[in-house]
Nanobody, 121 residues
Framework: QVQVVESGGGLVQPGGSLRLSCAAS????????MGWYRQAPGNQREMVAR???????NYADSIKGRFTISRDNAKNTVYLQMNSLKPEDTAVYYC???????????????WGQGTQVTVSS
């Protein structure tokens, strides 16, 4: 069984910073990609940032230069450092982990439960 748990959301003023963390645990053989997605009310879920096991990163245009994704492979953990936050960054942020479980075989995506980020004065 695999668990994905996010933490670090909260309320922050415009221009402020937050750091999200996401840890995967359980019967994991390997992790090939980890990423952050977000969904605001009335909107579709969108990719924010993604990082592969080799360190290749992809960012949404709306957050480039403000957010940084990183990972600790030894801890199966991915981070999202969010700076210069704007009200439009308000959303539920979800972590997605692409991995190969010990059983059953084959690549699968696992999602966390989400963490709320609210940017407001």
């Amino acid at each position: 069984q695999v668990q994905v748990v996010e933490s670090g959301g909260g309320l922050v003023q415009p221009g402020g910073s937050l750091r999200l963390s996401c840890a995967a645990s359980g019967s994991i053989l390997s992790i090939y990609a980890m990423g952050w997605y977000r969904q605001a009310p009335g909107n579709q879920r969108e990719m924010v940032a993604r990082i592969t096991s080799g360190g290749t990163t992809n960012y949404a245009d709306s957050i480039k230069g403000r957010f940084t994704i990183s990972r600790d492979n030894a801890k199966n953990t991915v981070y999202l450092q969010m700076n210069s936050l704007k009200p439009e960054d308000t959303a539920v942020y979800y972590c997605k982990v692409g991995l190969v479980p010990i059983s059953p075989p084959g690549r699968r995506d696992y999602w966390g439960q989400g963490t709320q980020v609210t940017v407001s004065s």
